[in-house]
């Protein structure tokens, strides 16, 4: 069974560096420190532009940033390539349908993060 992850590891990872939320939330460009904390706290999913940055600070891939919610993205992925591969495969498959097929055969048999 796999290992149950947290939606974020963003909170640990200010820590082991010491930042505060307040010195965090002013390299975001945030006003307050309320935000960080809704991120700390799970209340929010930061944006693209905000999980980038986060990966700056930290020098820490965003899919272990937000090792939670990666998990959770990456299984929805899975389970809609695995029915685009039965559409796909439902009739005749050309060369373009074969490599469109083989693409999302690497999506279904990647283990998870």
């Known amino acids: 069974m796999p290992q149950s992850l947290l939606p974020n590891y963003l909170r640990t990872y200010r820590k082991r560096v010491g930042f505060t939320q307040a010195e965090v939330a002013f390299l975001l460009g945030s006003e307050t420190a309320g935000q960080v904390s809704r991120y700390e706290h799970f209340r929010r999913v930061p944006s693209l532009q905000t999980a980038l940055a986060y990966e700056a600070i930290f020098r820490t891939p ?52």
């Open 62 to 113: 965003v899919r272990a940033l937000l090792g939670g919610e990666y998990r959770k993205v990456e299984s929805k992925l899975r389970r809609r390539a695995e029915r685009l591969i039965a559409r796909l495969t439902r009739g005749q498959a050309d060369q373009s349908t074969l490599r469109k097929v083989s693409a999302l055969r690497t999506i279904t048999a990647a283990a998870p993060a």
